[in-house]
């Protein structure tokens, strides 16, 4: 199945200025034109948008990414790009923590705040009596 570049954006959630820099910046391969000169994506295409959405969305860098990209074709760079992913995931576990702690911290002065108002609300009550 092929994909203009109006179906891969909305299929993927990213631009066409995006797309077309994605392809400038060689994070795609280049991309295959029909007999009138538009784009045409293909199935390998969006996965391998999807999956670089996934890593960016996720931290890793542009430069990151365009060196991960640029080995894809070249199955002598698959322990290299293992490794590049293992990193990452441990990137994430850390950021992970990072946002468990602050959700935690988050947690508790809204616990307060709950507190504070319910406090208030019940002093209000009695004063009322």
């Known amino acids: ?23 400038k910046e060689k994070l795609i391969p280049k ?8 784009r045409v994506y293909t199935k390998q295409d969006i996965e391998w948008l999807t ?5 960016r969305q ?25 490794k590049m992913l293992l990193e ?4 994430i576990k850390e950021q992970e923590k990072m946002l468990q702690k ?4 988050i947690e508790a002065k809204v616990a307060r705040y709950d507190r504070y108002i319910q406090l208030q609300t019940e002093q209000k009550n009695m004063n009322r009596y």
């Open 88 to 91: 990452h995931r441990e990137n």
């Open 102 to 105: 602050s959700m935690a911290a």
């Open 58 to 82: 996720t931290g890793m860098s542009i430069n990151k990414i365009k060196q991960f990209s640029q080995m894809r074709f070249n199955a002598e760079t698959i322990s290299i790009r293992r």
């Open 51 to 55: 999956f670089l959405l996934n890593i």
């Open 31 to 38: 991309v295959k034109r029909d007999s009138k000169g538009y």
């Open 1 to 23: 199945m092929n994909y203009s570049i109006t179906e891969t954006s909305r299929l993927t959630g990213l631009s066409k200025y995006t797309l077309r820099y994605y392809e």
